[in-house]
């Protein structure tokens, strides 16, 4: 299935692929009915760098005012390194750099055991990478810190997209984190974060060959996919692990610092509507 004929929550948008809408998730019958995560406020997808005029124009429309980028600086300039995947800006959209790691190391070794946590056929690698980015990601410059509070600052916060390099990892841990945040069932956060799996389709190739080109993970393609994988089992285990260590979503989020009881509140309040007010 090619980029433009994806269903929603995908939005085609020419040369930005893995763009989707978290939003009109169903919140739980039980708990919340006739209750949704509001769209048009929570974007993500992959790296911007080969979006079109046309894809500008159409984010332009959907009103992203901020630009997340999670990579951090040493992944962003080896990204450029001839002429590949350089930085994208647009009018009207501010992009804010977020890097969960802001100088990751990426020393032969370093490498090795990175992707080794990511192309370990168990649960283990991907338990040990998503917990990896969640406290990276909650120390330093707190970058999850700092579009959660977009998102709780006000009655109506602006439209933001959220993007690392695929818009797998990184990305999927914190839109994990809000859909849970909102009391979205486990079930239903994991099958979103496995929709990569289908807007990656398209760069899918491109991601294998250049992690291929790496020492680290030489000879060991049926690794390199399953680095690029997003399979359910990868989230749910570490929604697991959350609970098993902090009890809860909420409490982890508070006890790393990175929103306050309050802000949760105003976050549900922000993003929670009436499923009817925005059904087609």
Not at 245 to 256: A, I, M, P, R, T
């Amino acid at each position: 299935m090619s980029q433009e004929e994806l269903p929603p929550p995908f939005i085609n948008i020419p040369g930005l692929p893995n763009f989707r809408d978290i939003g009109g998730v169903p919140l739980p019958i039980a708990s919340q009915p006739g209750k949704t995560i509001k769209p048009g406020v929570v974007f993500r997808s992959s790296e911007p760098s080969k979006v079109t005029d046309q894809g500008v124009q159409q984010l332009q429309d959907l009103g992203i005012k901020k630009v997340y980028d999670l990579r951090s600086l040493d992944e962003i300039k080896k990204d450029a390194e001839g002429g590949h995947r350089q930085v994208k800006e647009w009018e009207g959209a501010e992009r804010v750099f977020a890097p969960v790691w802001r100088d990751q190391d990426f020393s032969p070794t370093a490498l090795a055991q990175r992707f080794k946590q990511y192309s370990d056929e168990s649960d283990r690698g991907f338990l040990e990478a998503y917990k990896n980015i969640l406290l990276a990601a909650s120390s330093n410059d707190k970058p999850y810190k700092v579009i959660l509070a977009h998102l709780s600052s006000s009655d109506n916060p602006p439209p933001i997209l959220m993007h690392c390099t695929a818009g797998k990892d990184r990305t999927g841990v914190l839109c994990a984190l809000i859909l849970s945040l909102c009391g979205v069932d486990d079930a239903s956060v994991v099958q979103e974060y496995h929709l990569t799996d289908t807007g990656l389709q398209s760069r899918h190739q491109e991601f294998v060959d250049w992690l291929m080109k790496d020492p680290a993970m030489a000879d060991n393609r049926p690794g390199a996919w399953r680095m690029i994988s997003a399979n359910p089992r990868n989230m749910q285990v570490h929604l697991n692990w959350i609970r098993e260590n902090y009890g809860s979503v909420e409490k982890c989020v508070v006890d790393l610092g990175l929103i306050t009881p309050e802000g949760i509140e105003q976050l549900r309040k922000n993003l929670i509507v009436d499923e009817s007010a925005h059904s087609s």
